[in-house]
């Protein structure tokens, strides 16, 4: 039996977190609600991205740790473990082979650019869309 409600998210609702991947990048995320999220890139191969309203899977997986996930109209899939108590992040971001290969293309208020995001080709990650 777990020590905490799953289902409460009221702890991590209205956070405004900033954090550094390992490799140096930069990222700004807000939990707006229990499904949806603002986020910013601050550096990296897609650094000055900005993205509101993004559609996530948010959980707690702990009794200050939560996940989301989501995946972008780029195709780009992230996963992040946030753990609030001990100030860690965890997370991964799978880049379609496009975004590897022209990331300014994504540099940009996606907002306002979403067709053209999903206009670009999709692949899931591993797989080729040809240009290699």
Known sequence: MNAFDKHDLSGFIGKHLVYT??????????????????????????????????????????ASIYKISWTEPTGTDVSLIVNLGDRLFHGTIFFPRWVINDPQKTVCFQNEHIPLMESYPRRRPGLSDGSD
């Open 21 to 62: 991947y390992d490799n140096g990048w930069n990222y700004e995320i807000y939990v707006k609600n229990g499904h949806t999220l603002d986020y910013r890139i601050h550096s990296g191969i897609v650094g000055n991205r900005w993205v509101k309203d993004q559609q996530a899977f948010i959980v707690r997986v702990g």
